[in-house]
């Protein structure tokens, strides 16, 4: 088994989050989404990510059943859509979730978007955790001024904040404020959804390292202590994208790194409508 499917960072709340874990977006397609996420297992990923929007909960729940790993050994995030960020639709959400699992409980639950009722949205994921049904909570393409506003009205602090983070958009401010009040980094779209493939600096060092350009993402944010969740639908690629324990970018290739054109490829969580 690859040793760095192992490696663990640490939540503000003292638990433990992998370090790498496998996402899911876009994985609807049953047979594909089964090959994908069992491949994953095999190959000793302890961390899945999804979203009540992706649609995919039954079809995860299936993939660990068949896959004969315990539940308990797994690290599972879901995320509460924003159609119910209204508190009660929120409690709700939360229930959907367990029972699509088929768990009792979620390691980790987020908001997904900073909609208007992020706050109300946010206590229901406190009460969640004092129930037992969430272990930790934290949120989702939350700028700083999200961040500052939930910090001045929170009673739990979120864990983590999972944003668009790859090379072509490094989000600095938003990882610097996370990183000075104790809120883990998680990249989303970390190979760029694909994209890594057109960009000139990372061809190069994708050369120089005898690696692909989805490695060498990878490898950038995993270095920079980020949590890192590679989607793919092609188990080989699934597997590929684990192999970035066998060579370390020096301060210049990521200075080379800092030099990428920025570019959104999500949308902007200041000017979203959905
Ligand atoms: N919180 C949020 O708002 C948010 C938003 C977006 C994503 N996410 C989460 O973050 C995860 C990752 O982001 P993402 O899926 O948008 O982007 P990503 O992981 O950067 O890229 C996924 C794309 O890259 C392709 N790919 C994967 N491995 C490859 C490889 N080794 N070589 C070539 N192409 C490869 C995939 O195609 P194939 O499937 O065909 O291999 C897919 O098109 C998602 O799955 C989801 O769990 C969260």
Same mark, same amino acid.
């Given at each position: 088994?690859?040793?760095?499917?192992?490696?663990?960072?640490?939540?503000?709340?003292?638990?433990?989050?992998?370090?790498?874990?496998?996402?899911?977006?876009?994985?609807?397609?049953?047979?594909?989404?089964?090959?994908?996420?069992?491949?994953?297992? =095999?190959?000793?990923?302890?961390?899945?990510?999804?979203?009540?929007?992706?649609?995919?909960?039954?079809? &995860?729940?299936?993939?660990?059943?068949?896959?004969?790993?315990?539940? =308990?050994?797994?690290?599972?995030?879901?995320?509460?859509?924003?159609?119910?960020?209204?508190?009660?639709?929120?409690?709700?959400?939360?229930?959907?979730?367990?029972?699509?699992?088929?768990?009792?409980?979620?390691?980790?639950?987020?908001?997904?978007?900073?909609?208007?009722?992020?706050?109300?949205?946010?206590?229901?994921?406190?009460?969640?955790?004092?129930?037992?049904?969430?272990?930790?909570?934290?949120?989702?393409?939350?700028?700083?001024?999200?961040?500052?506003?939930?910090?001045?009205?929170?009673?739990?602090?979120?864990?983590?904040?999972? &944003?668009?983070?790859?090379?072509?958009?490094?989000?600095?401010?938003?990882?610097?404020?996370?990183?000075?009040?104790?809120?883990?980094?998680?990249?989303?779209?970390?190979? &760029?959804?694909?994209?890594?493939?057109?960009?000139?600096?990372?061809?190069?060092?994708?050369?120089?390292?005898?690696?692909?350009?989805?490695?060498?993402?990878?490898?950038?944010?995993?270095?920079?202590?980020?949590?890192?969740?590679?989607?793919?639908?092609?188990?080989?690629?699934?597997?590929?994208?684990?192999?970035?324990?066998?060579?370390?970018?020096?301060?210049?290739?990521?200075?080379?790194?800092?030099?990428?054109?920025?570019?959104?490829?999500?949308?902007?969580?200041?000017?979203?409508?959905?």
């Amino acid at each position: 088994m690859n040793k760095i499917l192992n490696k663990t960072l640490k939540f503000n709340n003292g638990l433990e989050i992998p370090q790498i874990g496998l996402g899911t977006y876009e994985l609807v397609d049953e047979q594909e989404t089964l090959a994908s996420i069992k491949a994953a297992l =095999k190959a000793g990923y302890k961390h899945i990510d999804t979203a009540s929007i992706y649609n995919n909960h039954k079809i &995860i729940a299936q993939a660990i059943k068949e896959s004969g790993v315990e539940r =308990k050994t797994l690290f599972i995030t879901s995320k509460v859509w924003n159609s119910h960020s209204k508190y009660e639709q929120a409690k709700q959400a939360i229930d959907e979730i367990l029972k699509e699992l088929e768990i009792d409980y979620i390691d980790l639950l987020l908001i997904h978007w900073p909609t208007e009722d992020r706050l109300e949205c946010w206590k229901a994921l406190e009460e969640a955790l004092d129930q037992g049904k969430v272990k930790s909570i934290g949120v989702s393409n939350f700028q700083v001024h999200h961040l500052k506003e939930l910090l001045e009205n929170c009673r739990v602090k979120p864990v983590i904040n999972q &944003i668009e983070l790859h090379p072509a958009l490094q989000n600095l401010e938003v990882v610097k404020f996370c990183q000075a009040n104790d809120i883990l980094v998680e990249s989303w779209g970390t190979m &760029i959804r694909g994209k890594c493939f057109e960009v000139d600096e990372l061809k190069l060092l994708a050369k120089k390292y005898n690696k692909s350009e989805a490695q060498i993402c990878l490898r950038w944010a995993l270095q920079l202590g980020y949590i890192i969740i590679p989607k793919s639908s092609k188990p080989v690629r699934v597997i590929d994208n684990i192999q970035i324990e066998d060579f370390e970018l020096t301060n210049e290739d990521i200075q080379l790194i800092g030099t990428i054109k920025q570019q959104r490829v999500g949308p902007d969580p200041d000017n979203f409508d959905f």
